[in-house]
T-cell receptor, first 112, second 113 residues
Framework: DIVITQTPLSLSVTPGQPASISCKCS???????????FYWYLQKPGRSPQLLMY???NRFSGVPDRFSASGSGTDFTLKMSRVEAEDVGVYYC?????????FGQGTKVEIK | QVQLQESGPGLVKPSETLSLTCVVS?????????WGWIRQPPGKGLEWIGS???????YYNPSLKSRVAISLDTSTNQFSLDLNSVTASDTAVYHC??????WSQGTLVTVSS
């Protein structure tokens, strides 16, 4: 199984300040077709997870451009250029390159 | 807009089978996507249960593989989850999804006598 180590597990951010979350995978997520099936989700309190980024760095429909993501192989990063109050929740990364699909442990983001 | 809604009992007795159905609207389950289930024990992270491709091919989490089955019903545009021999550790919010983007709201299933 591909193990994903997500850091940090919690983050307290002043509104307007940047923040970043890292996911490190135990194996490369690059498939032979050249694609990397790595995703970022935000689970707001009391809600189901919502897709933020797909295939490493593509912003999903409606996601603000203050969110960006990068990475390749085994290391991936989600960045928020200016955290807003509506960004609180738990962020998860997920890989679907290889079965079983696996998630990171989650990063709880709160506002100071 | 793709929408998914689970249905099924919120309480299941230990050793019995947990059965949930996911009704899909706004898309056909015959389209070229993976459909599947994820669960989240109270206060914990996300766990992938399994997925089914539109062709009917299934893929399960090895930790659950001996107990789980996912199936498609194209006539009703639904797909289902069966998890047998449940224990208290199967208590969780269960989500269905069209991976990766569309998830249901989630339903809490409690395993208790």
């Amino acid at each position: 199984d591909i193990v994903i180590t997500q850091t940090p597990l919690s983050l307290s951010v002043t509104p307007g300040q940047p923040a970043s979350i890292s996911c490190k995978c135990s194996q490369s997520l690059l498939r032979s077709n050249g694609k990397t099936y790595f995703y970022w989700y935000l689970q707001k309190p009391g809600r189901s997870p919502q897709l933020l980024m797909y295939e490493v760095s593509n912003r999903f429909s409606g996601v603000p451009d203050r969110f960006s993501a990068s990475g390749s192989g085994t290391d991936f990063t989600l960045k928020m250029s200016r955290v807003e109050a509506e960004d609180v929740g738990v962020y998860y990364c997920m890989q679907t390159t290889q079965f079983p699909w696996t998630f990171g442990q989650g990063t709880k983001v709160e506002i100071k | 807009q793709v929408q998914l809604q689970e249905s099924g009992p919120g309480l299941v007795k230990p050793s019995e089978t947990l059965s949930l159905t996911c009704v899909v609207s706004g898309d056909s389950i015959s389209t070229d996507y993976f459909w599947g289930w994820i669960r989240q024990p109270p206060g914990k992270g996300l766990e992938w249960i399994g997925s089914i491709y539109h062709t009917g091919s299934t893929y399960y989490n090895p930790s659950l593989k001996s107990r789980v089955a996912i199936s498609l019903d194209t006539s009703t545009n639904q797909f289902s989850l069966d998890l047998n021999s449940v224990t208290a550790s199967d208590t969780a919010v269960y989500h269905c999804a069209r991976f990766p983007a569309y998830w249901s709201q989630g339903t809490l299933v409690t395993v208790s006598s």
